[in-house]
């Protein structure tokens, strides 16, 4: 800095008493005076070695790392929205499905109760219709069973009635004949 | 005459800025009013609109501040 | 007496008082045998306060990324303080103006750079708009440094990234480039020419002066306000007469004086950031010279 006021005396001193009232005058405003000048540059370089190295380097690097930060939990908010979306999603399917599973085995249950109740009634109808056949046959063959009793005993009877009244007269041929043609009577009987 | 020296020199001293100024004057104020127009038609310009418009008013306000350097030398 | 005969010589004691003087002797003259002068006093004030700042607000920033690094919460990345996040937001127009200007692929390379001019002088300009403070922009030399200091930067960037001969090629326009020899040489030389003067002096002479215009005068309106209203209430001058007219005149003058002083804050913001803004554009049509 004592350069260039050593610089500006001498300036003076060459142009006289009247240059420097000149610089010092109505120039003095727009003459750049070297005493300003060497520290402005000293002042800037010192500035801008402590932004350079070490100011900006810190404060760019939290504004890089804030901003990745931000973007890093956004995206990780925008993954769990969608992730929640997603299992809401899931959750009201499966609920969906229980629900329809649910429905369909109660419908089933019904099913099956109809059904088993279907069946008991048709089983307890078939085997109401089997007792009474299995009843009428018994009763048809008891009936012929007696009919089958009746003829041999009205045969042997009607044999023994006829044989008394004609005695000897008949001939074994047309007694044979004879108990036929009765027997064929007494069937049309019992046709009727 | 010498003592009319004086006054002549601050007469011309204002007429030299105030003439330098007329020129910049009108062309800021076309600069600005472009700029607001374009602006006001596109606001999502309006940054890169800004820009423009201050590196055209340094250019346009170059010649007051030339008028104003001729007026301390004068 | 009157109030105006005084004016004359308190404008002269104001334009003497913004003027380029020792700092250890304010009556003394430029050439005299001074160490420092009011601006560069004022500048070393401004440095040491930014230095201060950003010391403070990169350890804050350094311990909380390796707090933040230990125990792996990004919440310790969150803004805490609003001094901090202050300093943060103005790192990151610097940085946003330089990617928007220069481009993404060059322009992170040079947000130092532009954010020293952009602090540096916008600490100063407001330390400027503290009453009997200066910002070093307010003086020429000041600004007339900054200006070669950008000057020498985007010339520098021009050589590096187009070679000696293809910055000053690049001075032409690519349009001119094609023509006929004749064309070449008439059209060529003239607009070489224009280039020349606009890139090299037109340049660096607008940043400085505009910057230091614009502070000297605001600061010339400020004092002159100030010295109305100081004129025109006679209970802060002695022996000034004074009317109802007088403390009218006294009043709106300190009611522009306050507008004035707003406005000037705003200056200060505005003058620093276009500063910044034509130095990220000259790096610019430095980088990409080649391609207009």
């Not at chain 3, 606009?198 to 605001?218: C, E, Q």
């Amino acid at each position: 800095m004592f350069i260039e006021f050593a610089y500006a005396a001498e300036q003076a001193a060459e142009h006289g008493e009247e240059a420097a009232e000149g610089l010092a005058g109505t120039l003095g405003a727009v003459y750049p005076n070297p005493a300003d000048i060497w520290p402005t540059w000293v002042a800037f370089l010192i500035l801008f070695f402590v932004l350079y190295k070490f100011a900006f380097p810190m404060i760019v690097g939290m504004l890089d790392k804030r901003a990745a930060a931000i973007k890093e939990s956004l995206e990780k908010a925008e993954d769990t929205r969608v992730e929640a979306e997603r299992l809401l999603e899931e959750y009201k399917k499966q609920v969906a499905e229980a629900r329809a599973e649910a429905g369909k085995i109660v419908d089933q249950g019904r099913k099956v109760a109809e059904s088993m109740k279907e069946e008991i009634i048709a089983k307890a109808n078939e085997e109401s219709t089997q007792i009474v056949a299995k009843a009428r046959e018994a009763v048809e063959a008891e009936k012929k069973a007696a009919l089958a009793e009746l003829q041999a005993s009205i045969a042997d009877v009607s044999v023994a009635v006829a044989g008394k009244l004609l005695g000897e007269t008949l001939s074994a041929e047309d007694h044979a004949k004879l108990i036929d043609r009765y027997i064929a009577e007494v069937g049309s009987l019992n046709d009727n | 005459m010498e003592a009319l020296v004086p006054g002549l020199t601050a007469i011309g001293k204002g007429l030299a800025y105030g003439l330098a100024a007329i020129g910049p004057g009108v062309g800021i104020g076309i600069v600005g009013g472009k700029a607001l127009e374009a602006m006001a038609r596109q606001p999502e310009m309006a940054g890169r609109v800004q820009t423009t418009m201050f590196i055209a008013i340094a250019f346009t306000e170059a010649l007051a501040l030339l008028g104003f350097v001729l007026t301390f030398l004068l | 007496m009157n109030p105006m005969d005084l004016l004359p010589e308190k404008i002269e004691h104001l334009v003497h008082e913004l003027s380029v003087l020792p700092f250890n002797d304010m009556e003394g003259t430029v050439a005299g045998a001074a160490v420092l002068t009011n601006y560069t006093f004022w500048g070393i004030v401004a440095l040491v306060t930014t230095i201060l700042i950003f010391t403070v607000v990169a350890r804050r920033e350094a311990r909380r990324i390796a707090l933040a690094a230990e125990t792996g919460s990004a919440a310790e990345l969150a803004p805490r303080s609003r001094f901090t996040s202050m300093i943060e937001a103005g790192v990151e127009f610097i940085r946003d103006m330089a990617i928007d200007v220069i481009g993404p692929k060059d322009g992170p390379k040079y947000t130092a750079f532009l954010g020293t001019f952009f602090f540096m002088i916008l600490v100063s300009n407001f330390y400027g708009l503290i009453p009997g403070g200066k910002t070093f922009a307010g003086s020429i030399g000041g600004t007339v440094a900054l200006a070669l200091i950008s000057l020498l930067v985007f010339v520098w960037v021009g050589f590096a990234k187009n070679g000696f001969i293809g910055y000053f090629k690049s001075l032409i326009p690519s349009g001119v480039r094609e023509m006929s020899l004749a064309g070449r040489l008439a059209l060529g030389t003239y607009i070489f020419v224009l280039e020349f003067i606009s890139t090299f002096i037109v340049r660096p002479l607008t940043l400085a002066v505009r910057l230091f215009a614009n502070m000297y005068a605001g600061h010339i309106i400020l004092g002159v306000f100030a010295a109305f209203t100081a004129l025109f209430w006679p209970v802060l001058e002695e022996g000034l007469s004074w009317s109802i007219g007088s403390i009218t005149v006294g009043a709106v003058s300190l009611v522009f004086l306050v507008l004035m002083y707003a406005f000037e804050v705003f200056v200060a913001f505005i003058q620093a950031y276009v500063f910044t803004i034509l130095t990220a554009v000259y790096i610019q049509s430095s980088v990409h010279a080649s391609e207009h």
